[in-house]
């Protein structure tokens, strides 16, 4: 059994012209100690698939449909209270920019030792030291417990934020761009770090990434989101070396790959569509240059090709 | 920084401010027209010697910068002059009447302090419910009425229509009440300034933590508060409320020092013995030594509040020390 199946996924952010229609109806499942990546344009909805799976959708969005199971139970339709001890326990996230995802007034250690209070029956002693070793765990020495955020710098505060979602051992985390808005130096020792601990701790991840190259090192599968809608989904070796939808081409192509040959870098013409009222037919039909009239009608279903799942008419 | 670096820095800069306002304070009443000696005795049969010698008593004769240094000194022994119009010394006439009013501004503001964090924090915690929208509406009207428009209100209704309580005063006259009784009495006597106080600082306590809720709660580090799997009582507790209450120390502080200012109208209309009463008696006659002392009296307690602000805002956000605030 998979330890994370999304079923028939649908968010719908309210606006005055209608729903945007986020995640329309997407399914995706994961495997134990499996990392899948999700990937697309920003606003394609892989941001707002990870908080629905933490249930932190913020009005006015919306969880409209489907299921999200976890562990053999569906924690959308789960009361609050039940979810409570799944989620920051067996089931955590790291968000992008940490920058103010820290409590300003807290220390560090506190706030790790926070969660382990909260899912774990132990006292307030065993939770700090439990905290100290997560930070030296992440590479900051437990000697900062102490310290308050802004005494630390933008690295170290998403290492903290990596301690606090790995400090119960999670059987599931998510990565929401972890690495983004870090300058490079950092975001190769963060990513240093998570595939370290990913080995280490046997995790189970959803990797959130709009960099490719991020994805090619982290993932076991890859799946490739436009418009709210999967595009692709198939193991990273495959994906990168024949990757069947026409989208998933234009991505890589307009990706630089550095130990790869030279390439000249083609961006994808026009830009995403709106999701209020997204075209009919396929979603990216519009900026494809293999689209037929079929492609214009008929919205394609996701089909298995070669080893991939693929959602387009005119592959295979 | 270490505290007491942080503590010494504060201070200085609280002593230095009262030496400003105390120079202040001397100039200003330098500047007012009118002779202090001529204004002690409004008789035109005074001779001008006799003037000349009461210059010379007082020591107007003096040179100003001689002026400053006999105020400055007289000031460090607790001599703030002498009233013209109590005929007493200001430090005796202040010292009767500031117990009044901090039993008034004290209460009050602690009522009015409690009440309005907790009806505030329940409005921004369930911000555009019913809840939320019927306590604003009363925080609005409560903000909108002026302090002496809400005691005239109080005092027709509760001690003119329905006679629960008295029209003013702090306590029964000639009632020769003496102990608890007594105290009892002081009660009766304070409920309606205190609540003519009361009602205005709730609905600004309500406004200030709503708002301050409301920008806290869509903070980043609550949705982390809430991935983390705790109960929504902790969030608000811990993460929520005490950041939102930041903004509202400030508040605090400042509302203390300026509520010692500004009873002046609660006091008028309720007849309260207090300081606000006398800045308003002391204008009236025009008892300039008695208004300095009032006015040094307003400045100091502003900047004390303002350290004792300080000192515990250094105690509950960890960046005020170093100075790296951004909120």
Same mark, same amino acid.
């Given at each position: 059994?998979?330890?994370?199946?999304?079923?028939?996924?649908?968010?719908?952010?309210?606006?005055?012209?209608?729903?945007?229609?986020?995640?329309?109806?997407?399914?995706?499942?994961?495997?134990?100690?499996?990392?899948?990546?999700?990937?697309?344009?920003?606003?394609?909805?892989?941001?707002?698939?990870? @908080?629905?799976?933490?249930?932190? %959708?913020?009005?006015?969005? /919306?969880?409209?449909?489907?299921?999200?199971? &976890?562990?053999?139970? $569906?924690?959308?339709?789960?009361?609050?209270?039940?979810?409570?001890?799944?989620?920051?326990?067996?089931?955590?996230?790291?968000?992008?920019?940490?920058?103010?995802?820290?409590?300003?007034?807290?220390?560090?250690?506190?706030?790790?030792?926070?969660?382990?209070?909260?899912?774990?029956?132990?006292?307030?002693?065993?939770?700090?030291?439990?905290?100290?070793?997560?930070?030296?765990?992440?590479?900051?020495?437990?000697?900062?417990?102490?310290?308050?955020?802004?005494?630390?710098?933008?690295?170290?505060?998403?290492?903290?934020?990596?301690?606090?979602?790995?400090?119960?051992?999670?059987?599931?985390?998510?990565?929401?761009?972890?690495?983004?808005?870090?300058?490079?130096?950092?975001? @190769?020792?963060?990513?240093?770090? %998570?595939?370290?601990?990913? /080995?280490?701790?046997?995790?189970?991840?959803? &990797?959130?990434?709009? $960099?490719?190259?991020?994805?090619?090192?982290?993932?076991?599968?890859?799946?490739?989101?436009?418009?709210?809608?999967?595009?692709?989904?198939?193991?990273?070796?495959?994906?990168?070396?024949?990757?069947?939808?026409?989208?998933?081409?234009?991505?890589?192509?307009?990706?630089?790959?550095?130990?790869?040959?030279?390439?000249?870098?083609?961006?994808?013409?026009?830009?995403?569509?709106?999701?209020?009222?997204?075209?009919?037919?396929?979603?990216?039909?519009?900026?494809?240059?293999?689209?037929?009239?079929?492609?214009?009608?008929?919205?394609?279903?996701?089909?298995?090709?070669?080893?991939?799942?693929?959602?387009?008419?005119?592959?295979? | 920084?270490?505290?007491?670096?942080?503590?010494?820095?504060?201070?200085?800069?609280?002593?230095?401010?009262?030496?400003?306002?105390?120079?202040?304070?001397?100039?200003?009443?330098?500047?007012?027209?009118?002779?202090?000696?001529?204004?002690?005795?409004?008789?035109?049969?005074?001779?001008?010697?006799?003037?000349?010698?009461?210059?010379?008593?007082?020591?107007?004769?003096?040179?100003?910068?001689?002026?400053?240094?006999?105020?400055?000194?007289?000031?460090?022994?607790?001599?703030?002059?002498?009233?013209?119009?109590?005929?007493?010394?200001?430090?005796?006439?202040?010292?009767?009447?500031?117990?009044?009013?901090?039993?008034?501004?004290?209460?009050?503001?602690?009522?009015?302090?409690?009440?309005?964090?907790?009806?505030?924090?329940?409005?921004?915690?369930?911000?555009?419910?019913?809840?939320?929208?019927?306590?604003?509406?009363?925080?609005?009207?409560?903000?909108?009425?002026?302090?002496?428009?809400?005691?005239?209100?109080?005092?027709?209704?509760?001690?003119?229509?329905?006679?629960?309580?008295?029209?003013?005063?702090?306590?029964?006259?000639?009632?020769?009440?003496?102990?608890?009784?007594?105290?009892?009495?002081?009660?009766?006597?304070?409920?309606?300034?205190?609540?003519?106080?009361?009602?205005?600082?709730?609905?600004?306590?309500?406004?200030?933590?709503?708002?301050?809720?409301?920008?806290?709660?869509?903070?980043?580090?609550?949705?982390?508060?809430?991935?983390?799997?705790?109960?929504?009582?902790?969030?608000?507790?811990?993460?929520?409320?005490?950041?939102?209450?930041?903004?509202?120390?400030?508040?605090?502080?400042?509302?203390?020092?300026?509520?010692?200012?500004?009873?002046?109208?609660?006091?008028?209309?309720?007849?309260?013995?207090?300081?606000?009463?006398?800045?308003?008696?002391?204008?009236?006659?025009?008892?300039?030594?008695?208004?300095?002392?009032?006015?040094?009296?307003?400045?100091?307690?502003?900047?004390?509040?303002?350290?004792?602000?300080?000192?515990?805002?250094?105690?509950?956000?960890?960046?005020?020390?170093?100075?790296?605030?951004?909120?």
């Amino acid at each position: 059994m998979a330890l994370l199946d999304i079923k028939e996924l649908k968010v719908h952010y309210k606006t005055r012209k209608g729903p945007a229609k986020a995640v329309d109806s997407i399914s995706l499942t994961v495997e134990e100690n499996e990392t899948v990546g999700l990937i697309g344009e920003s606003g394609c909805g892989k941001s707002t698939t990870a @908080r629905a799976i933490m249930k932190i %959708i913020k009005e006015p969005g /919306e969880i409209v449909g489907g299921e999200v199971i &976890f562990q053999g139970k $569906d924690i959308i339709k789960m009361p609050d209270s039940e979810f409570r001890d799944i989620r920051g326990n067996k089931l955590t996230i790291v968000r992008q920019e940490a920058q103010n995802a820290l409590n300003p007034v807290m220390s560090i250690g506190n706030q790790i030792a926070e969660v382990i209070l909260a899912h774990q029956d132990v006292n307030k002693k065993e939770a700090w030291s439990k905290a100290e070793e997560q930070l030296d765990m992440v590479g900051i020495s437990h000697k900062r417990a102490k310290s308050f955020p802004h005494e630390l710098s933008g690295g170290m505060r998403q290492r903290g934020m990596i301690a606090i979602a790995t400090a119960c051992n999670p059987d599931f985390i998510i990565m929401d761009e972890p690495i983004t808005g870090l300058d490079v130096i950092v975001q @190769r020792q963060l990513l240093t770090l %998570i595939n370290d601990l990913r /080995e280490r701790l046997n995790l189970t991840a959803l &990797f959130i990434a709009h $960099d490719l190259s991020v994805v090619s090192e982290t993932c076991d599968q890859v799946v490739v989101m436009y418009a709210g809608k999967i595009m692709e989904k198939a193991d990273v070796v495959s994906i990168f070396k024949n990757p069947l939808h026409p989208y998933t081409q234009a991505l890589i192509n307009s990706y630089p790959s550095i130990r790869g040959e030279k390439k000249d870098l083609i961006s994808i013409p026009g830009s995403p569509p709106r999701l209020v009222d997204p075209p009919q037919g396929c979603r990216f039909h519009l900026r494809c240059k293999f689209a037929i009239e079929r492609c214009r009608v008929e919205l394609p279903e996701i089909r298995e090709v070669d080893g991939h799942e693929v959602a387009c008419h005119i592959v295979g | 920084m270490k505290t007491i670096q942080f503590f010494l820095k504060k201070l200085t800069g609280a002593f230095i401010t009262i030496f400003a306002i105390i120079v202040a304070n001397f100039v200003i009443f330098r500047i007012a027209p009118g002779d202090p000696i001529r204004m002690m005795f409004h008789d035109p049969r005074v001779s001008a010697e006799q003037i000349k010698a009461m210059q010379i008593k007082f020591g107007l004769d003096k040179s100003l910068w001689g002026q400053f240094i006999d105020y400055f000194k007289q000031l460090m022994k607790g001599d703030m002059g002498f009233s013209f119009w109590q005929k007493r010394p200001v430090i005796e006439v202040i010292g009767d009447r500031i117990g009044h009013t901090l039993i008034l501004v004290v209460t009050a503001l602690i009522i009015a302090t409690i009440i309005g964090i907790l009806l505030g924090a329940i409005a921004g915690w369930k911000n555009g419910s019913k809840t939320d929208r019927s306590i604003l509406s009363v925080s609005l009207v409560l903000y909108s009425i002026p302090t002496f428009a809400m005691g005239i209100l109080l005092l027709l209704i509760f001690a003119y229509v329905l006679s629960i309580f008295p029209l003013g005063g702090i306590s029964t006259p000639a009632s020769g009440f003496t102990g608890f009784m007594y105290i009892k009495d002081v009660i009766w006597h304070l409920i309606l300034p205190a609540f003519s106080i009361i009602l205005w600082y709730i609905g600004e306590y309500i406004l200030m933590t709503r708002s301050s809720m409301v920008e806290v709660l869509d903070q980043d580090y609550i949705v982390t508060a809430r991935t983390k799997g705790l109960r929504e009582s902790t969030i608000l507790r811990k993460h929520a409320l005490r950041n939102a209450l930041l903004p509202v120390v400030t508040l605090s502080g400042v509302n203390f020092a300026f509520a010692i200012a500004g009873v002046i109208e609660a006091e008028t209309v309720f007849s309260w013995p207090g300081i606000g009463r006398l800045t308003y008696d002391a204008v009236m006659k025009r008892d300039y030594p008695l208004l300095q002392g009032i006015f040094l009296l307003f400045a100091v307690s502003v900047v004390l509040a303002n350290f004792l602000v300080d000192l515990i805002y250094s105690r509950i956000d960890p960046r005020i020390k170093t100075g790296d605030v951004n909120v």
